[in-house]
Structure formats: C-alpha cells, structure tokens
Nanobody, 123 residues
Framework: VQLQASGGGLVQAGGSLRLSCAAS????????MGWFRQAPGKEREFVGR????????SYADSVKGRFTISRDNTKNAVYLEMNSLKPEDTAVYYC?????????????????WGKGTQVTVSS
C-alpha cells in the first residue's frame, strides 16, 4: 500500500483544515488507517485511527472532540477533519496503515507510512 497525504497548510488558531490521504492498491479496506503527527524536536505521536469499514474511531486525548477521521473505501481514501485548531497542533501529519487496531496505535506497529503534510497553526 502506498499512501500520500495532502491538504496541509497555514491556518489561524480556531480555524479548520481537512487532510486527505490517498492510497494505492486493492487491499486498502484490509487495513486499519490512522494519523500521526510529529512536531519539531518531538517524537511522532498517535492522533487517531479508524477501523477497516469505518465503524469505529479512536483519538488521542489532545484532539478528542476537535478532530474527526473518516474513510471512503470506494475511493481508497482516509480523511482527517481538524477543527478548533491550536498552535500546539502544529506538526507534520502522516497517514498510516496497519493490519490491526493494536498495531496502528504505535509508530512501531505501522506497516505503511505516507509522506507527511505540514500543518502550521498561528496564534
């Protein structure tokens, strides 16, 4: 599976952005999809994930209630809707794929990474 994230940019605090991740390959629906982010000088951290059919999502406490993950298996795509953005959300955002829910929650468990997209939130 090859992944390509897009949609990042510069936004003011309180604003919104929608990230997209396009996947290649016929096996997209076999993977749990997730989003991670990495701020300068910090480790890559889990943001959220969505299960194979999209029936279940889970988020890091830092984004819960503000971010929403969705997927469209007919388009081989996963999305990250980010609202009420804060300066501390500034990071490079990565989409990720893994075979299981347990795997997707840690960087080491990810099977495939997409190229990141920069999100910058100004105060």
């Amino acid at each position: 599976v090859q992944l390509q994230a897009s949609g990042g940019g510069l936004v003011q605090a309180g604003g919104s952005l929608r990230l997209s991740c396009a996947a290649s390959g016929r096996t997209f629906s076999m993977y749990v999809m997730g989003w991670f982010r990495q701020a300068p000088g910090k480790e890559r951290e889990f943001v959220g994930r969505i299960t194979w059919s999209g029936g279940s999502t889970s988020y890091a406490d830092s984004v819960k209630g503000r971010f929403t993950i969705s997927r469209d298996n007919t388009k081989n795509a996963v999305y990250l809707e980010m609202n009420s953005l804060k300066p501390e959300d500034t990071a490079v955002y990565y989409c990720a794929a893994a075979k299981s829910i347990v795997q997707i929650t840690t960087s080491k468990g990810v099977d495939y990474w997409g190229k990141g997209t920069q999100v910058t939130v100004s105060s």
